[in-house]
């Protein structure tokens, strides 16, 4: 990863969030990121305890411009009081951001920022400078210039992963949420990841409460590419881990496939075995990290 930003990802497998037993995944290859209304207060727990890999407070579109001082000020009570959590900050060009980058630094439980409606590498690196040099910024990149750029904002110092804000570049660009019209824009946040040698991208949310149109939403990002989904319901979590994680089945394949090269003395047999073997490494990372059994 060209960023020198952590992200905490040397966390144990599981640990106790408020009380209950969770899989802690680290942010490099968390699936489920959910956004919060930094004004509902009374959600931040229940959240956090969520199956959600990774929560997102957010400050910034959820929160009418009277009331970005109260929701900082909630973000920062609770995260100094043992909260842990990501935050989506205001755009570089509104006049909150500063504030919000000062009412953040140095705060213990902030695991890093979400820079809302990012174009251009030195927003992100103007954002981790301002906060310590440490805390890791997700572009969330909602228009686009900022798809155009996007190359280059991956490549920011401080870059930690890029995310697709697809709703508000829809509404930049009049094109339509069809797979077909959203191929373009994901893809390039794809390649852009590749180039910027960041994990893969975060895909975004999907709209309601239909389940079957989620999963299908959520095939769609894993087809694509992307490796995680923003999500806006506590309960969209679980179908997002599900579809974005390694299936039983795949699982199963890299068991056996690494099981026989193994048994070989991994010497390589044809020009099939190096992607082969790439593979199924992947899947088995995947599969340890979020606890999928292959199938019997």
Not at 64 to 79: F, Q, T
Not at 86 to 91: E, F, G, I, M
Not at 196 to 216: F, K, M, Q, S
Request: net charge negative; with cysteine.
């Amino acid at each position: 990863m060209t960023s020198t930003a952590s992200a905490d990802s040397t966390r144990p497998a599981s640990e106790e969030r408020f009380g209950r037993p969770v899989r802690s995944v680290s942010p490099e290859i968390a699936r489920s990121w959910l956004l919060v209304n930094a004004m509902k207060t009374e959600l931040f727990g229940e959240s956090a305890a969520s199956r959600a890999d990774a929560v997102i407070l957010d400050i910034e579109d959820a929160v009418d411009p009277s009331h970005k001082g109260d929701a900082r000020e909630n973000v920062s009570r609770w995260l100094a009081d043992g909260g842990r959590a990501w935050v989506r900050v205001n755009d570089a060009t509104s006049p909150f951001w500063a504030d919000d980058l000062a009412g953040l630094r140095g705060n213990p439980g902030l695991l890093g920022v979400v820079l809302a409606k990012t174009e251009s590498a030195d927003q992100v690196t103007e954002s981790f400078h301002r906060m310590d040099g440490k805390t890791p910024v997700i572009p969330l990149v909602e228009s686009a210039v900022g798809i155009e750029e996007a190359n280059h904002i991956a490549k920011a110092q401080g870059a930690f992963r890029l995310a697709f804000g697809s709703g508000d570049f829809r509404r930049d660009t009049g094109m339509a949420a069809t797979p077909e019209a959203m191929a373009y824009p994901r893809a390039k946040l794809v390649v852009a990841s590749r180039v910027g040698n960041l994990p893969g991208p975060i895909d975004g949310p999907t709209v309601g409460t239909n389940h079957p149109i989620l999963r299908e939403q959520s095939a769609i990002t894993v087809m694509m590419g992307m490796t995680g989904k923003l999500c806006l319901a506590i309960d969209q979590t679980t179908v997002i881990n599900e579809v974005i994680s390694p299936t039983p089945s795949d699982v199963a394949w890299a068991s056996d496939f690494m099981h026989d090269f193994e048994a070989s003395g991994r010497v390589i047999r044809d020009g099939s075995d190096l992607p082969r073997l790439g593979r199924a490494e992947k899947i088995m990372k995947l599969a340890n990290a979020f606890g999928v059994q292959p199938a019997v």
